[in-house]
């Protein structure tokens, strides 16, 4: 397959820079590296069905096959780790499929599949950085009734790649044309009798998944269950289908995980079924405390503190896009360095979702490895626009990460930055936030990022260089007030920015500076800068009509949005 030009070519130059050590441009391609992965998923899943109905015989099966296993396999690939049915998920409810906090989404599944008189039986879920909820995995009948799939439950997919939580839970076939077990040698077993008289969608309603707790797998399959056996591994990083029965009595074409598919002649054509994936997303942190091993996260470097204020741009300049892709899908608006451009073009991560990202995986590590952490959570912009407020949970003071309440509670306030009209989001008024970070008694480590410039001083006044050295001796004194004064970290997202350096450096903590080269792609267009500029050889005039491309005026009212 052709690799998207901006992952065949490389910049003549990349610029990222901390002020204390290593780069970020790493990060930034590992943070779209699986959305770009997962966006053919996608596509695979929007059009499984279609190519079930239009295929026959072995090439339906292998093209059901490669289809489904694409974005399983993404899928998985791109998720945290796996979640299980059954006692066997000793590690806590989080690996549990069987806990009640998924209790809610499962029930949603099932009745979403019972909506079309299908049935959905759970077998795995996949935790996801970027969503409250699991993607689960289950067993429901095929398509045409005569055997089983394996289908998907969970937050849908857009064209690009990228997870939609807002939208309506999404049920949909993955893996087709299941094969169901036949008896070992034509003989069946008792047991295996009590199943010729049930309807398939009996048995899969009823069918044991349970994990063992000394094999990590789901039972053996016998008559009329699906051909289909799953492993997973201690740490609840694989998933991988096996042979659904060792038995010898089965021949090899019967021995392992495969498809089925009865042609107009009542022929049969067999396919295996063969998959291996490993949840990829790190644990980053080991130990944990002022002498342990920090996070070190892109954006959120060096964290090793137990009482820790983030304060985050919600600026509508967070829209502008970072690594475009190669399609097009639903129109989006970005900020384009100058004004708001509404466009078709697919937009494979922006810095708000760069951020989303990167904040996301640092609070599922400290829930995970350092529960006893307290944070709070701030977004700025503008007064009275939709991302200038305070995550709930935190307005009074410190909460514990840990709390499991707290933890999913959190996570949905990241997601929600990046809902609603990007023209609403509003410009970049940090300073009550700044108040009262560096005025709250129990902090001992502040996170500030924001990608542009302030629209006004803290005085409601033209902001300019003269401000830099003012504004950071202010809350510097602030910071000074404290018992013990907390350790101040500034991130400058696509800008360089002095006074967000000096304000690090007078408290003590690291400045990361990640410049425009780092958040652009390699075609050469950048933030939206040029791609209808036809001087620009990298132009795609495709996206450039009145149709597709709206510059809204009147929409960027601030001078640094």
Same mark, same amino acid.
């Given at each position: 397959?052709?690799?998207?030009?901006?992952?065949?070519?490389?910049?003549?130059?990349?610029?990222?820079?901390?002020?204390?050590?290593?780069?970020?441009?790493?990060?930034?391609?590992?943070?779209?590296?699986?959305?770009?992965?997962?966006?053919?998923?996608?596509?695979? %899943?929007?059009?499984?069905?279609?190519?079930?109905?239009?295929?026959?015989?072995?090439?339906?099966?292998?093209?059901?096959?490669?289809?489904?296993?694409?974005?399983?396999?993404?899928?998985?690939?791109?998720?945290? &780790?796996?979640?299980?049915?059954?006692?066997?998920?000793?590690?806590?409810?989080?690996?549990?499929?069987?806990?009640?906090?998924?209790?809610?989404? %499962?029930?949603?599944?099932?009745?979403?599949?019972?909506?079309?008189?299908?049935?959905?039986?759970?077998?795995?879920?996949?935790?996801?950085?970027?969503?409250?909820?699991?993607?689960?995995?289950?067993?429901?009948?095929?398509?045409?009734?005569?055997?089983?799939?394996?289908?998907?439950?969970?937050?849908?997919?857009?064209?690009?790649?990228?997870?939609?939580?807002?939208?309506?839970?999404?049920?949909?076939?993955?893996?087709?044309?299941?094969?169901?077990?036949?008896?070992?040698?034509?003989?069946?077993?008792?047991?295996?009798?009590?199943?010729?008289?049930?309807?398939?969608?009996?048995?899969?309603?009823?069918?044991?998944?349970?994990?063992?707790?000394?094999?990590?797998?789901?039972?053996?399959?016998?008559?009329?269950?699906?051909?289909?056996?799953?492993?997973?591994?201690?740490?609840?990083?694989?998933?991988?289908?096996?042979?659904?029965?060792?038995?010898?009595?089965?021949?090899?074409?019967?021995?392992?995980?495969? %498809?089925?598919?009865?042609?107009?002649?009542?022929? %049969?054509?067999?396919?295996?079924?063969?998959?291996?994936?490993?949840?990829?997303?790190?644990?980053?942190?080991?130990?944990?405390?002022?002498?342990?091993?920090?996070?070190?996260?892109?954006?959120?470097?060096?964290?090793?503190?137990?009482?820790?204020?983030?304060?985050?741009?919600?600026?509508?300049?967070?829209?502008?896009?970072?690594?475009?892709?190669?399609?097009?899908?639903?129109?989006?608006?970005?900020?384009?360095?100058?004004?708001?451009?509404?466009?078709?073009?697919?937009?494979?991560?922006?810095?708000?979702?760069?951020?989303?990202?990167?904040?996301?995986?640092?609070?599922?590590?400290? &829930? &995970?490895?350092?529960?006893?952490?307290?944070?709070?959570?701030?977004?700025?912009?503008?007064?009275?626009?939709?991302?200038?407020?305070?995550?709930?949970?935190?307005?009074?003071?410190?909460?514990?990460?840990?709390?499991?309440?707290?933890?999913?509670?959190?996570?949905?306030?990241?997601?929600?930055?990046s809902a609603g009209d990007v023209t609403r989001w509003g410009g970049t008024d940090p300073w009550n936030g700044l108040e009262k970070a560096m005025t709250m008694a129990d902090v001992n480590a502040v996170y500030f990022l924001s990608d542009g410039e302030p629209s006004q001083d803290r005085r409601g006044r033209s902001w300019s260089s003269r401000d830099y050295g003012p504004t950071v001796e202010y809350y510097i004194a602030k910071n000074n007030q404290r018992t013990t004064p907390a350790k101040v970290f500034t991130t400058a997202l696509g800008l360089e920015s002095p006074w967000m350096k000096l304000f690090a450096e007078r408290g003590k903590g690291v400045y990361t500076q990640i410049d425009p080269e780092s958040l652009?792609?390699?075609?050469?267009?950048?933030?939206?800068?040029?791609?209808?500029?036809?001087?620009?050889?990298?132009?795609?005039?495709?996206?450039?009509?009145?149709?597709?491309?709206?510059?809204?005026?009147?929409?960027?009212?601030?001078?640094?949005?």
């Amino acid at each position: 397959m052709k690799l998207p030009s901006f992952l065949r070519n490389t910049p003549p130059k990349r610029r990222s820079k901390r002020s204390r050590g290593m780069g970020t441009t790493e990060a930034i391609v590992s943070l779209a590296a699986g959305v770009l992965v997962i966006g053919a998923g996608a596509m695979a %899943l929007r059009s499984t069905d279609v190519l079930i109905n239009r295929a026959e015989g072995k090439a339906s099966l292998r093209q059901n096959t490669t289809n489904g296993l694409r974005l399983l396999r993404s899928e998985v690939e791109r998720s945290m &780790h796996i979640m299980v049915n059954g006692s066997k998920a000793s590690q806590g409810g989080d690996f549990d499929l069987a806990d009640e906090q998924y209790a809610a989404s %499962l029930q949603t599944c099932q009745a979403k599949a019972s909506t079309s008189n299908q049935v959905f039986r759970p077998v795995f879920g996949l935790k996801m950085i970027e969503l409250t909820d699991p993607v689960f995995y289950g067993i429901s009948t095929s398509s045409s009734g005569k055997g089983y799939s394996l289908s998907r439950c969970g937050a849908p997919l857009s064209i690009d790649g990228t997870y939609n939580e807002t939208d309506e839970i999404f049920i949909a076939r993955v893996i087709d044309d299941i094969a169901v077990m036949p008896c070992a040698n034509g003989e069946c077993t008792d047991t295996e009798e009590s199943n010729k008289t049930k309807q398939l969608k009996d048995i899969a309603s009823s069918l044991d998944v349970n994990f063992s707790t000394d094999s990590y797998t789901t039972p053996e399959r016998i008559y009329r269950e699906p051909a289909l056996r799953i492993e997973t591994d201690p740490n609840y990083k694989l998933v991988k289908f096996i042979d659904p029965n060792t038995g010898t009595e089965y021949n090899d074409n019967l021995n392992e995980s495969h %498809l089925q598919l009865s042609n107009s002649s009542r022929s %049969l054509s067999i396919y295996p079924l063969y998959l291996a994936a490993f949840a990829r997303a790190d644990k980053r942190l080991e130990n944990y405390g002022e002498t342990g091993i920090a996070i070190d996260s892109a954006f959120f470097p060096e964290l090793n503190s137990d009482r820790v204020a983030f304060l985050v741009d919600g600026s509508g300049s967070m829209s502008a896009c970072i690594l475009w892709g190669s399609g097009n899908g639903d129109k989006r608006t970005y900020w384009n360095g100058q004004r708001y451009q509404s466009t078709r073009r697919s937009c494979a991560m922006t810095r708000m979702e760069s951020l989303q990202k990167e904040l996301l995986a640092v609070l599922t590590d400290l &829930h &995970h490895n350092a529960p006893d952490t307290k944070i709070t959570l701030t977004a700025f912009s503008s007064k009275g626009y939709s991302n200038h407020r305070e995550w709930s949970r935190s307005s009074d003071g410190l909460v514990r990460i840990g709390d499991v309440d707290h933890y999913q509670s959190a996570k949905e306030f990241v997601n929600s930055l990046s809902a609603g009209d990007v023209t609403r989001w509003g410009g970049t008024d940090p300073w009550n936030g700044l108040e009262k970070a560096m005025t709250m008694a129990d902090v001992n480590a502040v996170y500030f990022l924001s990608d542009g410039e302030p629209s006004q001083d803290r005085r409601g006044r033209s902001w300019s260089s003269r401000d830099y050295g003012p504004t950071v001796e202010y809350y510097i004194a602030k910071n000074n007030q404290r018992t013990t004064p907390a350790k101040v970290f500034t991130t400058a997202l696509g800008l360089e920015s002095p006074w967000m350096k000096l304000f690090a450096e007078r408290g003590k903590g690291v400045y990361t500076q990640i410049d425009p080269e780092s958040l652009k792609d390699n075609n050469g267009i950048g933030n939206n800068e040029g791609f209808c500029d036809p001087s620009n050889p990298s132009a795609n005039f495709d996206y450039c009509n009145d149709a597709d491309d709206v510059e809204l005026t009147g929409a960027g009212q601030f001078r640094n949005p």
